[in-house]
T-cell receptor, first 112, second 113 residues
Framework: KNQVEQSPQSLIILEGKNCTLQ??????????LRWYKQDTGRGPVSLTI?????NTKSNGRYTATLDADTKQSSLHITASQLSDSASYIC???????????FGGGTRVLVKP | IAGITQAPTSQILAAGRRMTLRCTQD?????MYWYRQDLGLGLRLIHY???????GKGEVPDGYSVSRANTDDFPLTLASAVPSQTSVYFC????????????FGPGTRLTVL
C-alpha cells in the first residue's frame, strides 16, 4: 500500500532556530515528491518539488533533500521566523494511475 | 478573481440535510479535485474530474457526489449529511500537462451535528 509517513507530528521551536522535518514513503513507482506549506485556515501551497535525480533543492530558507534509495525526504528550515508557523505536508506523486499520496503533516509552531 | 475560490468558508449543518460546497477556478485548468482533511490524517481524495463533463471516484467517495458542467466550476454535494462528514474540504485544480502540481482553494470547514 502506498503510504507517506511524516515525523514529528508537531514541534515547537524558538524564533531564529533551525529545524528539520522528516518524510518516509513507500509509494511505488516514484515520480516526484513535493513539500507543501499550509497556514492555519488556508489551503496548502507548494514549496518545492523534487524528482528522482535531485538530492537537494532550496527555496529561500527552506531546503529539501531526497534520498530515493532509502525513500526518505527532509525539509530543513533555517533561521525560523514567526511566519514559518504552519503545517508542512509531504506529497508523493506516482505517474502510475496519476495519484498523489499525502502525508499527515508536521505542525510547526515558532515562538518568539 | 485569481486562483481558486470556495464557498461557504464555514457551515454548521444538521444531520440529514443536503449541502453543496462550491468551487470555482479561473486558471482554465482541466483537472479539478475535492479532498477532505481530518486531524492527523493526510488529505484524502473524494472525487475528481479530468475535464469538463467527466468525473471519477477517489479514495473516499461514499456520501458525496460531484458534477462538472463547465471548466470553471466543480461543486461537491452531500445528499444527506452525517456527523462523520464533519471535516475541512479543499478543492484543487491542475493543468492536464502537470497533474502533480495542484493548486488548492482556501477550504470550507463543515460541521455536521
Amino acid at each position: 500500500k502506498n503510504q507517506v509517513e511524516q515525523s514529528p507530528q508537531s514541534l515547537i521551536i524558538l524564533e531564529g532556530k533551525n529545524c528539520t522535518l522528516q518524510c518516509n514513503y513507500t509509494v511505488s513507482p516514484f515520480s516526484n515528491l513535493r513539500w507543501y506549506k499550509q497556514d492555519t485556515g488556508r489551503g496548502p501551497v507548494s514549496l518545492t518539488i523534487m524528482t528522482f535525480s535531485e538530492n537537494t533543492k532550496s527555496n529561500g530558507r527552506y531546503t529539501a533533500t531526497l534520498d530515493a534509495d532509502t525513500k526518505q525526504s527532509s525539509l530543513h528550515i533555517t533561521a525560523s521566523q514567526l511566519s514559518d508557523s504552519a503545517s508542512y505536508i509531504c506529497v508523493v506523486w506516482t505517474a502510475a494511475g496519476n495519484k498523489l499520496t499525502f502525508g499527515g503533516g508536521t505542525r510547526v509552531l515558532v515562538k518568539p | 478573481i485569481a486562483g481558486i475560490t470556495q464557498a461557504p468558508t464555514s457551515q454548521i449543518l444538521a444531520a440529514g440535510r443536503r449541502m453543496t460546497l462550491r468551487c470555482t477556478q479561473d486558471m482554465r485548468h482541466n483537472a479539478m479535485y475535492w479532498y477532505r482533511q481530518d486531524l492527523g490524517l493526510g488529505l484524502r481524495l473524494i472525487h475528481y474530474s479530468n475535464t469538463a463533463g467527466t468525473t471519477g471516484k477517489g479514495e473516499v467517495p461514499d456520501g458525496y457526489s460531484v458534477s462538472r458542467a463547465n471548466t470553471d466550476d466543480f461543486p461537491l454535494t452531500l445528499a444527506s449529511a452525517v456527523p462523520s462528514q464533519t471535516s475541512v474540504y479543499f478543492c484543487a485544480s491542475s493543468d492536464s500537462n502537470r497533474l502533480n502540481e495542484q493548486f488548492f482553494g482556501p477550504g470550507t470547514r463543515l460541521t455536521v451535528l
